[in-house]
């Protein structure tokens, strides 16, 4: 049982690393507010991040679960979040040789950064997107173990947020050095090749529950 769960944990904390490095919303505000306001930039936007995540997973577990185990659901989420994680890679490949971190000083607002974490990743259509497939995927999986399943799912899932976002954040105030873009797409690079392995299991999965 251990053994699974962290399994879920650490497979978990890679799928959301490879979308949380992807540029969007809260990676734009993100790094301009860090040019201005340090290293705590990235943990606060994270905070009210994960505090949106966690509703949502709580509402999902309580509201869908007779609904989630079902092997029909089951079957459909693993192959459409097997699909839509192979999609992603593709994606994250091809978008390798253009892809770079800007870190100019966007702006000078002030912002509350707990609710800029909240309504950017509302606004975030690939977010909903997300949620809607790989993340349910991931929550009908965990449940497979209770309640603790779905908690290393989801610490998993934040930590990879508060690592990279606060990674970012840092590097940002101690002078950006540590952000070239020839690290920055090795890294996604890394992350996009770990989700062709996760998609593969997704898939595998769905279709031995099928069978």
Known sequence: MSLALISISLSSFVIALSGA????????????ESVRRGATVGPLMILGHGLLELLLVGALITGLAPLLSRDEVFIAISLVGGVILLWMAVSMFKGLPSLHLCLEDQGKRSRNLILAGILLSIANPYWLLWWATIGLGYIVYSMQFGLIGVAAFFVGHILADLTWYGFISFGIARGRRFFTDSRYRLLVGICASFLV????????????RLI
């Not at 540029?23 to 790094?31: L, Q």
């Open 21 to 32: 490095m992807m540029p969007g919303p809260v990676m734009t505000v993100t790094v301009s």
């Open 197 to 208: 392995l996760f998609s593969g299991y997704f898939i595998v999965s769905g279709i031995e």
